[in-house]
Structures are given as C-alpha cells and as structure tokens.
C-alpha cells in the first residue's frame, strides 16, 4: 500500500497496470473523489446483485447524463473505459477486480452479509459468463475493512451459516473475513499470488478510514476504479 499526500491508497499490483486508474480515499482525500467522472454509484443493500454495465449499451450514457437514479446492487462490472466505479465503506469490504487481458473491472461492496451471500463468487461468476473472463488473469484487491482483531460476532450462531464457522478464531467470537474473501477468489480460480489484501483494519485505523463498528456514523470512504 501507498498513502499519497493527498489521501489516496493504492494497490502495488493496480498501480503497475496502465490503463488502470484506482484508488482507496482516505478521510482527506474524499473530496478529491468528486473530481473524478462520470463517477458511478451504487445504491448499496448488503444483498448479492451485480450491476452489468457493457460498452455496447448505448443508452446508458444518455440516462447517466440525465441523472438516473443508482442501480440497487453490490457489484458492478463493466468493460467500458472512463467510468469511474464507487463502492463506499465503512468496515466493509471493496473488492475490486481486473481482468488485463478480456479488458473488464468489478468492484463490489462485501460486508459479512456479502461474505454470507458469496458475492464475490458470484461477481467472479458474471465476468465469466458475460465477458469471457478467465479467473487466472484476474488480479483482485481488498481494500482496508474490518480485521480479525475487530471483527466480534456474539451472535453469530444467528447470523453465520456454520459452513463458514471455520474461520472463526481460536475459540472467540470473531472472524476472519479477509480469509474468507480470499478463499472465496481462489474458489472460483483465482491465483493467490494476484490477491493483495491491504490488511488494514478500518476499526484500528479511523484516523485514516470510516468504522461505523467504532464511531457509530454514516461516514464511508470511497474505493474507486476505473479503466482509462
Ligand atoms: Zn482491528
């Protein structure tokens, strides 16, 4: 990771690729966000819908211009360039995902009832089936979010299905979700070594990022990515 000084953190293997534009926006650099468009954002639910967006969809530029209303979904993919894909967080996960060779982005919004729903599999599935994307040429990145040493579910008998209790720590109630998005990559063929997990955790660090489980706010900061 990379903080530059006006508040931008970076994947190292996005970062290397050229016709990527990318960035996690600190607390100070949220505005810097808004000079970036057309910014598209997400009506974000916890759910597991993908938003598709494709190049050969005329419409689309129109109705954006015409100020349309946000897609309710968690994932977006897209193939077309200078698009600027936002997903906001505040604990949760952005994922964002790059296909170098078929040319196609994703980010996705995955808190634990994304992790829940495996939206990152199934954001992994609709590259695949309506861009032709092969998972080994996926390079994948996970943004700062909520860490092992943060993340207490005392409920979790309720919340989490008992298939993902193994990644349950020690005999506590908290979770390794990083682990579990990792997991839910390489489930679906993408290689470890083109995973880069910041390994910040959002709760140990609000003087960088949002926590809602910390400060109890709407405040969320953006992940953004774009093909230019
Ligand atoms: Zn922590």
Not at 28 to 54: R, S
Not at 117 to 129: A, E, Q, R
Not at 164 to 172: G, R
Request: charge should be negative; charged fraction near 25%; include cysteine.
């Amino acid at each position: 990771m990379a903080a530059t000084d006006i508040g931008i953190c970076e994947f190292e293997q996005l970062k290397r690729q050229p016709d990527i534009f990318h960035g996690i926006f600190t607390r100070e650099g949220q505005e810097d966000v808004l000079k970036t468009t057309p910014l598209i954002f997400l009506n974000q639910v916890h759910g597991d819908t993908i938003k598709i967006l494709k190049k050969d969809d005329n419409d689309w530029l129109e109705n954006f211009q015409s100020g349309f209303e946000p897609s309710i979904a968690d994932g977006i993919v897209t193939d077309m360039k200078d698009v600027f894909l936002v997903i906001r967080v505040a604990d949760c996960q952005a994922v964002m995902l790059y296909d170098s060779k078929k040319k196609v982005i994703a980010n996705i919004h995955s808190g634990w009832r994304g992790s829940v729903k495996n939206i990152i599999g199934k954001c992994l599935d609709t590259m695949i089936l309506e861009f032709g994307c092969q998972p080994e040429n996926i390079l994948a990145g996970i943004s700062p979010s909520l860490g092992p040493c943060c993340s207490e579910f005392v409920n979790y008998k309720d919340e989490i299905p008992e298939n993902l209790w193994k990644y349950k720590i020690n005999a506590e109630n908290y979770f390794n979700f990083w682990e579990m998005s990792q997991d839910q990559l390489m489930d679906k063929g993408v290689k470890k070594d083109h995973i880069e997990n910041m390994k910040i955790c959002t709760k140990c660090n609000t003087d960088l990022f949002y926590s809602f489980r910390k400060e109890k706010t709407s405040g969320r900061f953006a992940c953004v990515i774009s093909m230019i």
